[in-house]
Structures are given as C-alpha cells and as structure tokens.
C-alpha cells in the first residue's frame, strides 16, 4: 500500500522499474529522454539535478508504462495481466457504485505540501522544473499529469481534470481545456456571473489522481470519490487555504488561484494524437495567488508525441473499464473483454468482445462502445468481436477483421460525432469555435454473421484443440516457457 508519491516511488524501486537521473536539460532534453524510454525500456524516470533548477526540485516522468504499475497505483496485486485488470477496475467501479459516496474524499487538517508557502509578489511559479518537452513546443509546460480542483457553483460537485499548463510569467499561466470536459463546464458558470473560477491545482501527487485527472469518469461524480472507490480506499485531501477546494493531502507542489476570463496565446504543444494538431492556441488564464511546497518537491510530469508515449498505456485499462461498465449499464450482456490500444492512444481504436446471443447484438455493443462519452471524446474506430478473439491482441483483431467482416454491410459509419480541434484530418476556420468541431466514426463488426453462427455453418478455425495444446507442450520442453 502506498500512501504518497515517495512511498509509491520506493514501491517502483522494488519492482526494479525505477531510474534516477541526474543533469538532464530542461529544454527537450527530459522529453526526448522520457519519449525514447516509453517507446524502449519503459522504466519510472525520477530527474534531480535539473539544469537551470534548484537540486533536489525533481521531476519524475514513466510512471504508469504498464500494468504492474498501474496495479501497484491501485493498490492491486501487480501480477494481474491487461485483460484480468480492466475487469477488475470495472467491478471494483461497479460494486461501489450504489455507494460511492462512502469513499468521499477523506479532510485532513495537515499536510506537507505546507511545508513552504507564499503569496502575493513572493510567487515565482520559473522556480519548479518545467520541461519544454518537444522542439516544435511553444514553451515551458509545468502541468501535464496535473490535477485541476474546481467545484460547480450551482451543485458543489468537485471535478479534477488533467489539462496541460503553459508557464506564462511567474505568476500566470495558461490552460487547454477542451470542449467536452467537466470544468469547461463549471469555469463558464462562474464567468457568466462576472466571476473569476476560482481553482487548486497540483502538479506532483500519487499516481493515483493523475489516472482519475486524466479519465472520463461520469459527471456529477468527483474524480476524488471515483479513484477512492476503484482503490477501495478514500483519498486524503486537505481544504486550500485559500478557495476551501479539496487538495491532494500528498500533493508535493499545489497552488490555489483563479481561471480568468483572459485569454494568452498557448502552445503549440505536442499532443496525444502524435502531431502539432491544434497549433497555437488562444487559452484561458490562471492567475496564481498562493503557492505550497514540500522540502525538495517531485513534480509528476509527462509528455504525449507519436504513440505509445508516456501516458498511452495506463489510459488503456482505464478507458476500458469505463466503457465495459457503461456497456453493462446500458444492458449490453455478453460482454468479454474491451481494449483500447494504444497505438489509438487509448481513443481511437477501441475493440470490444461478445458472445453473440442475437441478431444485432454486436451492432448495439459496437454503438454504445462509440457514443459513450469515455468512448467518444477524441474517437475513431470501435471493433467488435466474438469471444473466441482476445480484444488486447492486435493480431487477433486484425485476423478477425480480415476474416469475419464484410466492408458492404459490417462498416457503420456515423457522421458528425463530438470532434476535437486537435484532429489532424478536421478543418479549422479563423470564425471556427472549439464547440463546433465533429468527425466521423467507424464502427467495424469482426464478428461471425449471426445467422452462420447459430446453425454452425461457420467454418472451424484451423488450430490444435485445446488438450492437444496442452499434451504436445508437456512432451516438448522446447516449447515450454
Ligand atoms: C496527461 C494528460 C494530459 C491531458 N491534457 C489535456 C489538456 O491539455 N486539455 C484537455 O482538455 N484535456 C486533457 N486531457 C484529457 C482530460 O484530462 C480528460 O479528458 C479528462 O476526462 C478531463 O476531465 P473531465 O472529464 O472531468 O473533464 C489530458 C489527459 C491526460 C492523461
């Protein structure tokens, strides 16, 4: 069990995945080193000795490659494979689900990140390491695997949403927040009564929160109560001095502040779907009005770039999970198995396996799978499959693709689905507001048509039967592990 970002760290150690490194440069340096490491060897970077930054002000990137550290992060056994975890993560959701509020956010009256404090002209956000990750980057992002507190002013509900941070000055900065997401929501709300949002936000915190920042967990809950319950343990927090908003008990470096209606040019950055999509941007404002620290504090960072970067993996599970229990929900039965690959950088290419108990069954899974807002935001292609198809493995998807769906009549093709200005392929307009980007979808049924199904007129799939497997690897050791 890991209380915090050190102890967690110390927990990575153990499992021999962790790496220190020391004088690594801010200016790409750090976000060449971390994208080479999530496409290679895949260890938790911890950098110290920072050029340009105090030693012992470190950042650490890698933290969830894969699933034994997302496992560890939930407080899971670490032996759990892609498929046992995703089923895991949504029965966890789903049995807390009549009760998440017993896993509300746990109020502590004291924290660390206390430790160090400052306000008014004191401020100086230039002193945290802050990687420019990417040479075609507009600037210095200190916020990536961030955690944005904001509370709705109408019902309370607190949302925390991981959207990137451009350094602006030492006391402002800007921040993306998409069309769709929960704080867009709120932030629009206070500025239509003439008020500034106001917000806390931490950059270094247990991995825990940055899975839940970084996820489409359903409105009116808070990501607080959400991660709480998947862990099976409630999350500490402590109230912000300044705004009452819930913070991290184990942030390591927090601030409280306001999002105003001020807009600053922002990027270009280089985003999750692999290109400098949106461009420079025109971004909200935050200006900081408190800033808390730990000794020596540990920034969570991370950068996106060509797939599978820093964040794909652990967005897999995740997502997955997500849309298996909304499957469920909406009385999709004969679920086996979801993926999100991440070579879709876990949106854009989804696959979902059923046992098919009727005609059109796959057709109902397949758009659920691809309207449901974790299915949705930033989509593309869903494929569904029969259970005989392990939906983590690409060869096995692509197999049944090629096998079992016709183009003519086993492609769905829905037009002018939620869009994203960071699409590629989408066109922008000078006039064109963020609200109004669509694209379309695909949904591709790899499944064997029903009718051959039911009467076994399907073909047999040419492979030794399961015992002859299983005597054949007994006798021959060569082919045992
Ligand atoms: C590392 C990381 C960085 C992200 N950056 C952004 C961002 O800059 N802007 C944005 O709108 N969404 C970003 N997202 C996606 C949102 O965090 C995600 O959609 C989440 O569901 C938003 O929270 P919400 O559902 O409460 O709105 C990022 C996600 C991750 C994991």
Redesign the pocket.
Same mark, same amino acid.
Not at 159 to 164: D, E, I, T
Not at 213 to 217: C, K, P, R, T
């Given at each position: 069990m890991t209380t915090d970002l050190r102890s967690w760290l110390e927990s990575v150690r153990s499992l021999g995945l962790l790496r220190e490194l020391r004088d690594a440069d801010w200016d790409v340096e750090i976000g060449a080193i971390t994208d080479i490491n999530a496409k290679k060897n895949k260890y938790t970077l911890l950098f110290d000795q920072i050029k340009g930054y105090p030693d012992g002000f470190r950042l650490v990137t890698g933290a969830l490659l894969d699933s034994k550290r997302v496992a560890l992060t939930l407080d899971l056994t670490p032996t759990l494979n892609d498929l046992e975890l995703v089923r895991t993560i949504k029965d966890r959701a789903k049995s807390a689900a009549g009760n998440m509020d017993g896993y509300s956010a746990k109020y502590v009256d004291h924290a660390p990140v206390f430790e160090n404090r400052a306000e008014g002209n004191k401020i100086n956000m230039l002193k945290f390491p802050a990687p420019k990750w990417f040479e075609y980057d507009g600037g210095r992002y200190l916020g /990536?695997?961030d955690a944005i507190i904001t509370r709705d002013p109408e019902t309370g509900w607190i949302?925390?949403?991981?959207?990137?941070m451009m350094l602006q000055d030492e006391t402002t900065m800007s921040i993306?927040?998409?069309a769709?997401? !929960?704080?867009?929501l709120m932030i629009r709300k206070y500025w239509d009564a003439g008020q500034p949002c106001p917000v806390a936000i931490s950059f270094g915190h247990h991995p825990l929160i !940055?899975m839940f920042?970084?996820?489409?967990?359903p409105p009116g809950v808070s990501?607080f109560t959400y991660a709480g319950a998947v862990r099976k343990r409630s999350y500490e927090v402590v109230k912000g001095p300044m705004t009452g908003l819930p913070i991290p008990a184990d942030s390591e470096l927090a601030i409280e502040g306001y999002i105003v209606n001020e807009f600053r040019q922002e990027g270009p950055f280089g985003e999750?779907i692999g290109y400098y999509g949106g461009g420079t941007t025109q971004s909200a404002t935050v200006k900081v009005a408190a800033v808390y620290h730990r000794d020596k504090p540990i920034i969570l960072g /991370?950068c996106?770039g060509r797939p599978p970067h820093d964040?794909t993996y652990f967005?897999c599970p995740m997502r997955a999970a997500l849309i298996w229990d909304i499957l469920e929900t909406a009385g999709i039965q004969g679920v086996q198995g979801v993926w999100c690959h991440e070579a879709g950088y876990s949106r854009a290419f989804t696959v979902v396996s059923i046992k098919q108990l009727f005609g059109g069954h796959a057709r109902m899974a397949g758009h659920v799978a691809c309207q449901c807002r974790p299915g949705a935001?930033s989509g593309r292609y869903v494929v569904v499959v029969d259970d005989d198809i392990d939906p983590s493995n690409l060869d096995d998807v692509v197999w049944a693709m090629c096998s079992r769906s016709d183009p003519a009549t086993g492609i769905d093709v829905i037009a002018e689905s939620l869009g994203t200005p960071l699409d590629p392929i989408v066109d922008h307009a000078p006039d064109k507001d963020i609200l109004e980007y669509t694209s379309s979808r695909g949904i591709i049924f790899a499944t064997k048509p029903y009718r051959k199904l039911i009467r076994n007129e399907f073909p047999r799939v040419v492979e030794a039967s399961k015992e002859l497997r299983e005597k054949t690897v007994r006798r021959w050791k060569e082919l045992q592990d």
């Open positions: /990536t695997a949302n925390v949403g991981a959207y990137r993306l927040i998409e769709p997401r !929960h704080a867009r !940055h920042a970084g996820m489409e967990v990501e999750f /991370t996106s964040y967005r935001v």
